[in-house]
């Protein structure tokens, strides 16, 4: 039986109104389940999306013992940094398919909160002022345009299919797959347990699955998670993304202007030499010295190729020919493993002449040259590092050498 609010009379239970006064009862409406949604009530997304991101974070850890393994190898830089970026594209791939097949089909994401182009502007412009104060603020300390090390070693051989690898990943790939898993997904599912445990949840999880184990970088991915996470709930996911494509956009068009620049002319100790494409003169680094000498200059280029030029007074009486002899006598070998005598050749430069040998010092094989000037002598010993370019630039580079 159900009992009239107004009459208080009693009628059956499927009565449309009361017998006694007539008055209709409020018909009941049945709940109809739709998408999940964390919207302004906070409301759990999915459990599902806790443990997909554990899981992402999974397959993050063991990319990176797979690039471990293969950093300890014997495969030259060119090569690592080639399979690196294959290995950092999979990840994204592997998190991307599990993130649009397991929570997506079933959660109505939070894409936007007002105007989604106002969103996506507000995005851009905070996303590109951080990145261009923190690259100013790098910079000005290095001494020189310092981007993201990562993002130049994967650029490093300036041909097409490197920087588009780089920019698909830093201004595609990373943007999409990160903020609608640690903002879409990973913050709406503690929305129900306060604000601001939501961010700090998100932001964790997202300077974790970077899975750096410095203190610095996990910090500073720290904070700019709370900064997105902060951006997602004023604007949604379309700000995020928008500020996340910023972010990294400067980043990446800095790391290109780094490989695809250089050149000038680097001088020390008398001898001056033109950098190609993708060449620096770093004066941060101490050569390691193969035959002694005095650090003169160091020269970084593609994929972790690089010059180490040392000067040393020329002793009294040396000539080529002498040079020549000691660099063929079989003690000298013995004292100094890896020097390989049968590869010593002469060559003309304008520079004038000099000698090579080939020498084996670590995973690829470097070659060693010598100038011998009145005065003052200058050593230089060549690392390609596997980088084709590197290979190809080696040539003209001692073509370019001037001594004074």
């Known amino acids: 039986m159900r009992s009239c609010t107004l009459c208080g009379a009693a009628s059956p239970p499927t009565a449309p109104w009361c017998a006694q006064c007539f008055a209709p009862f409020a018909v009941a409406v049945p709940a109809v389940a739709g998408p999940a949604y964390g919207g302004p009530s906070g409301r759990m997304v999915s ?70 182009a106002g969103g996506i502007v507000l995005g851009l412009a905070v996303g590109a002022a951080l990145s261009g104060a923190i690259l100013a603020a790098v910079s000005q300390a290095a001494g020189y345009l310092n981007p993201d090390p990562r993002m130049v070693a994967m650029m490093s051989e300036g041909d097409v299919a490197h920087l588009a ?61 709370l900064l997105l996470g902060w951006l997602y709930l004023r604007r949604g996911l379309a700000c995020s993304i928008a500020a996340h494509v910023g972010f990294n956009g400067v980043l990446a068009v800095a790391a290109a202007t780094v490989v695809l620049g250089g050149g000038g002319t680097a001088t020390a100790d008398g001898l001056s030499v033109a950098l190609p494409q993708g060449w620096t003169a770093d004066t941060h680094v101490t050569p390691e010295v193969v035959f002694g000498g005095h650090s003169a200059m160091f020269l970084t280029g593609p994929s972790g190729s690089s010059i180490a030029v040392t000067s040393y007074p020329t002793p009294h009486g040396s000539s080529m020919d002498r040079l020549t002899d000691e660099l063929r006598n079989p003690r000298f070998a013995a004292a100094n493993p890896g020097v390989e005598p049968l590869t010593l050749r002469e060559v003309a430069f304008p520079v004038g002449r000099l000698l090579e040998v080939d020498t084996v010092t670590g995973r690829d094989p470097s070659v060693v040259v010598f100038l011998l000037r009145a005065g003052t002598s200058y050593e230089l010993v060549f690392r390609s590092a596997g980088s084709p370019k590197a290979l190809a630039d080696f040539d003209p580079i001692l073509r370019s050498l001037r001594a004074s």
């Not at 999306?49 to 950093?71: K, N, P």
């Not at 920019?167 to 990973?186: D, H, M, S």
Request: with cysteine.
């Open 165 to 225: 690898a780089a920019f698909v990943v830093g201004c595609a790939a990373a943007p999409l797959v990160e903020e609608v898993l640690f903002r879409g997904l990973l913050l709406e599912s503690f929305r129900s347990h306060g604000t601001a445990l939501a961010l700090l949840v998100s932001a964790a999880g997202f300077a974790v699955w970077h899975l750096s184990f410095n203190v610095v970088p996990l910090l500073y991915y720290l904070l700019l998670g």
């Open 47 to 116: 459990r599902r999306a806790f443990l997909l991101t554990v899981a992402a974070i999974g397959v993050g850890a063991v990319a990176m013992l797979a690039s471990y393994g293969l950093s300890r190898t014997e495969l030259d830089e060119a090569t690592y940094i080639r399979y690196a970026a294959v290995l950092t594209m999979a990840v994204y791939a592997v998190v991307g398919v599990l993130v649009v097949t397991q929570i997506t089909p079933k959660v109505r994401l939070r894409w936007a909160v007002g105007s989604p």
